[in-house]
């Protein structure tokens, strides 16, 4: 997929994820304004929602991540998640830690059921759900609530929400293809109930510019952290038939309002120059130096790669 100037969306995406990991702020800013300009806010979204997810639960800045992403906040997500850089989770924490938060679900009856519950079985597994929530301990909750989301995902966002998790992203839990991830969102979203009870930083904003060029060269060191294939010199070479090839929306509109194909054959010659003078301002690709395809293609990758066991919740951001 090609992004608005001629990357690939996918080695956007992991400059986006390495950036915020690293706390690269600049890095950050220029991935996520290549995908606005490639009218892939969507995208840009759930790949900040990734983010998220992989950095710890009890970051100082849970309140304002679960307050951007409840409000589809792109830039007040970002700058959120821009504090502080973090480490790929390798294996999940469930140790009971918390902060007291008091006066919380008392008296809420049970609702739903488990494959293969008793009902006074269920009782008891709210009860210790509630009394864990009612003590901030959203570890403890999580550990409890984590088993059951392969078989009783539905079950386990319903109770989410009615333990105060927003429901935009308890929905979450039974719509992510990948088990180690939703088990996180399990965590974030207990971890947030928690925080919001607590005080909230002041509001952290990261705006993003307007995409202008390819402002940005892509670092083969970050994009192995993702395990991003290299990108031949000769995807810039010859006629620009890669921008129809799992088109982003950006191309999709272009080529729509010029009347072009997607084997670039147009209704007319009018129409083939709208798509060239527009989608190529400056030059075509055929026509960049050596230095310029370089930013993008043909970067020398390393010959191992450390495995990504998150690569999975990576892919699953364009389902």
């Known amino acids: 997929m090609a992004t608005r100037h001629l990357y690939h969306v996918e080695d956007i995406s992991a400059t986006l994820l390495v950036a915020i990991q690293q706390n690269q702020r600049s890095i950050a800013r220029e991935a996520a304004a290549e995908l606005i300009a490639s009218e892939e806010s969507t995208l840009l979204f759930r790949l900040l929602t990734l983010a998220w997810c992989l950095d710890e639960p009890d970051s100082p800045y849970q309140s304002q991540r679960a307050r951007a992403f409840e409000e589809g906040d792109s830039e007040a997500l970002l700058g959120s998640l821009l504090q502080n850089g973090y480490d790929l989770p390798e294996q999940e924490d469930l140790l009971e830690v918390g902060k007291p ?3 919380l679900l ?3 009856p049970v609702q739903g059921t488990l494959k293969g519950w008793t009902k006074g079985q269920v ?3 709210w009860n210790a759900l509630t009394s864990a929530m009612s003590k901030g301990q959203w570890r403890r909750a999580a550990h409890l609530l984590c088993p059951h989301v392969q078989s009783n995902a539905t079950q386990v966002a319903l109770w989410m929400r009615t333990l105060g998790v927003p429901e935009s992203f308890a929905n979450l839990v ?3 293809v990948y088990l180690p991830l939703a088990h996180r969102m399990v965590r974030h979203g207990l971890a947030s109930v928690c925080a919001m009870a607590l005080p909230m930083p002041s509001p952290v904003r990261c705006i993003i510019p307007t995409a202008s060029g ?4 892509l670092s083969a060191t970050a994009l192995s952290v993702w395990a991003c294939e290299a990108r031949p010199i000769t995807d810039l070479q010859g006629a620009p038939v890669w921008i129809t090839e799992e088109p982003t929306a950006y191309w999709v509109s272009l080529l729509e309002r010029c009347k072009g194909t997607k084997d670039l054959i147009f209704e007319d010659e009018e129409g083939e120059e709208s798509l060239y003078s527009q989608g190529f301002p400056m030059d075509i690709p055929d026509e960049w130096s050596s230095e310029e395809r ?7 990758f390393l010959t191992t790669k450390a495995p990504n066991h998150w690569r999975f919740a990576f892919d699953a951001c364009w389902i």
Do not use: D, E, P, V
């Open 101 to 103: 938060m008091k006066g």
């Open 174 to 176: 039974k719509t992510t």
């Open 294 to 300: 370089r930013k993008s293609h043909g970067l020398s």
């Open 123 to 125: 009782q008891t597994l």
């Open 106 to 108: 008392k008296g809420i």
């Open 214 to 217: 390819r402002t940005l060269t």
